[in-house]
Nanobody, 128 residues
Framework: QVQLAESGGGSVQSGGSLRLSCSAK????????MGWLRQAPGKEREGVAT???????NYLDSVKGRFTISQDNAKTTLYLQMDNLKPEDTAMYYC??????????????????????WGQGTQVTVSS
């Protein structure tokens, strides 16, 4: 069992930055696909960024160049650096970890997949 806890959400103005953290009590070294997903009110959940065991990353088109997914060296924390935030980024953000490597689509970790373990979510609100 992997326990995940997100933090770092909040309210910012358009153009601002936030850094989300997802802490695990256990090392994530042996885990597979990891990712950040979000869900806005009235909308379906969508994958924002994924990182595979080998460090390969993939991003939702609308966040490319603005968001960066990464891990710390100890492999216990997953990050999502979010820059130049826009009102349409407003959502509840979740981190998720799977036991298996990411499914690859055109050589990149898929943004659409199932994950075994989830955090409780952290709210991000961007005002114009």
């Amino acid at each position: 069992q992997v326990q995940l806890a997100e933090s770092g959400g909040g309210s910012v103005q358009s153009g601002g930055s936030l850094r989300l953290s997802c802490s695990a009590k256990q090392s994530l070294t042996r885990r597979g696909c990891m990712g950040w997903l979000r869900q806005a009110p009235g909308k379906e959940r969508e994958g924002v960024a994924t990182i595979d065991r080998d460090g390969t990353t993939n991003y939702l088109d609308s966040v490319k160049g603005r968001f960066t997914i990464s891990q710390d060296n100890a492999k216990t924390t997953l990050y999502l650096q979010m820059d130049n935030l826009k009102p349409e980024d407003t959502a509840m953000y979740y981190c998720a970890v799977d036991r298996y490597p990411c499914t690859l689509v055109n050589g990149l970790p898929s943004l659409v997949g199932t994950f075994d373990y989830w955090g409780q979510g952290t709210q991000v609100t961007v005002s114009s």
